[in-house]
């Protein structure tokens, strides 16, 4: 079974193959990661000059959730310029950032105010299903009273033929 590696360890083995002399390879071997996975780790992770990792573009929506929160905590008292420039660096637009604030604003909402709007769809949910059960009632009724009509018609023909036969 194959175990996921942290990110925190795959970049400080990027850190580590930065400020190391030896070649890719040779560095995988000493280290005992498969030069595949390495070269892997290297082109989604890059270092920059201060030895920070970049992290390379990834699709906004293959972001998890700590690093959308992360993004909106990081820019929270960004100026307009200054956050457009952030988010240049980070590969997203500024639009995404909006959106994910609203997600977390939303997630933090006060339980009985959730609890208030289930309530409510639960009510809602229960005098809909209240409506759709007498609708069926009504119309099992109507079933039943023209099954039995035409029982009455089937026996009312099954006489009038007897009657005319004799």
């Known amino acids: ?13 990027i850190r580590k ?3 190391s002399t030896l070649s890719e390879r040779q560095f995988a071997i000493e280290e005992g990661i498969a030069f595949s996975t390495l070269h892997k780790w290297k082109t989604h992770y890059q270092v920059d000059s201060n030895s920070q990792i970049k992290q390379q573009d990834i ?3 293959k972001w ?3 690093q959308k929160f992360a993004v909106v905590l990081e820019s929270a ?3 307009e310029i200054e956050l457009g420039e952030y988010c240049r660096s980070k590969g997203i637009y500024p639009e995404h950032v909006a959106v994910w604030k609203h997600a977390c604003i ?4 006060k339980h ?12 809602a949910d229960k005098k809909r299903i209240k ?3 007498k609708e069926l009632d009504r119309k099992e009724k109507a079933l039943a009273e023209a099954a039995a009509l035409l029982l009455l018609r089937k026996k009312l023909d099954a006489l009038w033929e007897e009657n005319e036969g004799e």
Do not use: F, H, W
Not at 1 to 13: F, G, I, L
Not at 106 to 109: A, E, K, L, P
């Open 112 to 123: 009985s105010e959730q609890t208030k709007k289930t309530d409510n769809s639960i009510k």
């Open 1 to 13: 079974m194959r175990e996921r590696t942290s990110d925190e360890y795959k970049q400080a083995v």
């Open 77 to 79: 008292l960004m100026s």
């Open 17 to 19: 193959l930065a400020s």
């Open 59 to 61: 699709p906004s929506d």
């Open 64 to 66: 998890s959730p700590d």
């Open 131 to 133: 409506e759709l059960e």
């Open 106 to 109: 939303q997630g933090n909402m």
